[in-house]
């Protein structure tokens, strides 16, 4: 069952972004688009999909196929990816592992 779903402009953006950049990098390396659905193991109907920014591709699609062309994903160099991941963990290590609703109990008898 797929549910409708309503994409923020925000969301639709970056798409369309990632999406045009994919483009113009293939289209910098001289490409087809056959030549890069055939790398990345798609069809060519979801390399279309991607360059136009659909946000129903795959995530792991679009990174792969962004990957293939030279785009650079969070603006930095892949070979700093391994450090920002570890960076993250640690911060995301000091938080709760369990995030709980505020209780909305007032506790007032002191």
């Given at each position: 069952m797929r549910i409708n779903h309503q994409w923020s402009k925000t969301t639709r953006e970056a798409a369309q972004l990632l999406g045009l950049e994919v483009a113009r990098a293939r289209k910098e390396r001289r490409w087809t688009a056959a030549e890069l659905s055939e790398r990345a193991g798609i069809t060519a109907v979801t390399l279309r999909k991607v360059?136009?920014?659909?946000?129903?591709?795959?995530?792991?699609?679009?990174?792969?196929?962004?990957?293939l062309v030279g785009v650079?994903?969070?603006?930095?160099?892949?070979?700093?990816?391994?450090?920002?991941?570890?960076?993250?963990?640690?911060r995301l290590a000091l938080l709760p592992t369990?995030?709980?609703?505020?209780?909305?109990?007032?506790h007032d008898d002191f």
């Amino acid at each position: 069952m797929r549910i409708n779903h309503q994409w923020s402009k925000t969301t639709r953006e970056a798409a369309q972004l990632l999406g045009l950049e994919v483009a113009r990098a293939r289209k910098e390396r001289r490409w087809t688009a056959a030549e890069l659905s055939e790398r990345a193991g798609i069809t060519a109907v979801t390399l279309r999909k991607v360059e136009r920014g659909d946000p129903t591709v795959a995530l792991g699609t679009v990174f792969e196929v962004a990957t293939l062309v030279g785009v650079h994903l969070f603006d930095i160099e892949r070979e700093a990816l391994p450090d920002l991941i570890l960076r993250v963990q640690s911060r995301l290590a000091l938080l709760p592992t369990r995030v709980r609703e505020p209780s909305t109990m007032v506790h007032d008898d002191f």
